[in-house]
């Protein structure tokens, strides 16, 4: 499911990511890569705080429909 | 011996500036990069007479996505620093060590910082420094730029690799099949491209990197040979390049991370910061915390301690400028002495007595952006802002422009997108600043009965001009596209160094007092200059009678203007043209051209029945005590064209002249147009004849609603923005 859909405070394995090239890049290179694990802290409407690497990443509602998990 | 230069590279966040400024000391020279308004800092390192430390960006990689990742890279490229000085965060390392890894390949020699290592060790992690040495081929320092352990360390082992030369242990972290085609690459580039930059090239080239492939011209059969290993690499990996590129590069960090880093299960259920977070960022909960958290600070840098450094200040350059006079008395003539005290000292003295309470006000913000939480506002924000065009990274530059625009026009350069920023940039002077809200208050006072609902309103107009220009610019050509997908790493909570939060209030502060010395004190002489000059009865002279002076000549001229708005004397238009000085200005202009006389400002924060009574032959002398007029005066000069100080920081900002004079015309435009709605069809609600003027109000409010709900032109047109070209 999109990391949109995902449970704050549990843990997930990203699966794939989607979208433009610019964009899936730019996801990539902040350590979404496919088998990484995130946790979701919090969500605000759809701009979510995702847990990638130990570093805590706030990414917009279309960001996160963009990351499968 | 030549200089040894240098360069400073790391993560945002990772302490790199704070280790600068332990190794330079005082000695720094700031500037900006070549053609673009990041900042850039160079600075000689402590104990060494010929070593030259160039702080580079913050950056996560070395793409050419963001305009500080093409800084760095054609810095590192073209410029050749010695060695590199690599600051990695220590508590962050798998994050960091992406873009070590890209470091390497250019070949400089390098150094790896671990920083942070005293909270490494706090929460029991521990990094095998050794082994990580070993595997990326170049020394590693453990550092705590907080308590400053082992910069100076870092920094003379820096010394020795850059004399030492190259750096030729390149770490291989590619599959097999990626390996071989970036080999290939290697081989037909290596007559090209600097030696020791090969491999970084190479893998540039496999990523289809556009401004290497621009800059080094491959031959069409190279081209076409390495285009034949790239396509064959991406069919057996099922990716594009760049994706191959990033995914190994992450997959080398995991499987160094297992030999280098043993994560302690002290916080298996999550870190200190992440707990703050739950609660700091709550769906529910995030919004109250904030209005409480900028309830504080506003009630202690503009109420209480921020009112009584006013006062202070203002009676300090009183002060100065009887002493001034007493010294010059007689000494020299009164035109001078009008020159120097009036001109000089009055116009900049009224400038930096917002000092102070500015600096109070820096710094909380300042702390709440060390401590980290002021990225956080940011994406509580965003959901709110994206609505209006704008990203959540333009509160910041708004809450620093509620205490002066100047910084907050600064503070908007961290917003990566250029549409973004301009738009920032544009609508940051909306938010009344606190050289506004003295005429705010003579306004409610003189005109209002000294009702608390002009202040409010006044906070609440800056908002709408904000949101209303948000939208409306959204969809014009040069803001098409949607906002920037926010995307923002947050830091780690931590207590805020005492020098952090000091030298960034000092540097907004600065900033500040620094126009105050130039561009303000030149425009108070020339301001001076025609308020006391004019054709009075001996011809061309020092005129005892502002009425007389060139000024009031100049106003008479430009009234027309200001007629449909309901406040077309000459004395209202002087007063607007001195606020471009410092906007208070306009208080001390309605006061010495009426009964009330120089006291203006001090009636005004007496404050009370003193000050309504006090006031009131402003309100009746320029505004025939209409609350009409006087309000629409208010609504003019809150959105007009700011402070001389303001513009001279939109035009380094926009770093362009007609995105200048575009921000500043539209300004004074809605300024005009609001007040001209209001005071018209105003005066229709108050029953009076409907005329051309309200037909015209009326149609306004149409082509504006208009502007406001037309379905966006160019939302589907996407058009991305690319950086370093302009």
Redesign the interface.
Known sequence: MPLIMAETGKCYTVKEIRGGKEAKHRLEKLGFVEGAAIEIISRQGGNTIVKVFECRVAIGAGMATKIIV | MSDIKIALAGNPNSGKTTLFNMLTGSKQYVGNWPGVTVEKKEGMLKGFDNVIIQDLPGI??L?P?SLEEVITRNYLIDEQPDAILNIVDG?????NL?LTTQLIELGIPIVVAVNMMDIVRKTGDKINVENLSKALGCPVVETSALKGDGAMEAARRTVAVANSGENKNIPCHFEGSVEHAIAHIEESIQSIVPKHSVRWYAIKIFERDEKVLEKIKLSPEDNKHIEEHIVECEREMDD?A??II??QR??YIAKLMEKTVKKSNKYAD?TV??KI??VL???VL?LPIFFAVMYVVYKISIGTVGDWSVGFMEGLFENIGEFVSGLMEGNVSPVLQGLIVDGAIGGVGSVLTFVPQMIILFLMLAFLEECGYM??V???M??IF?RFGLSGKSFIPMLIGSGCSVPGIMASRTIENERDRRMTIMTTSFIPCGAKMPIVGLIASAVFGGSALIATSAYFLGVAAVIISGVILKKTKAFAG?PA????????YHWPTVSGVLRSTWERGWSFIKRAGTIILLSSIAIWFLSSFGFGEEGFGLVEDMNESVLAKLGGSLKWIFTPLGFGNWEAVVATVMGLVAKEEVVNVFGVLSAVGEGAMDILEAGGAEAIEGLKPIGEQFFNGSGLSAYSFLIFNLFCAPCFAAIGAIRREMNNAKWTVGAIVYMTVLAWVSSFVFYNLGLVIRGGAFGINAIIAIVIVVIGAYLLFRPNPYKNEKI?IKYGDQ
């Open positions: 996560y990689s793409s996505y508590t962050n390392i798998e994050r992406y594009d760049e994706s990033i995914g992450y997959a999550g910061s992440d977070d739950r960022t709550n769906r995030a990225a956080r940011a994406f509580i965003d959901r994206r949607e997908e926010f995307v923002m790493e947050l830091p780690s991305s």
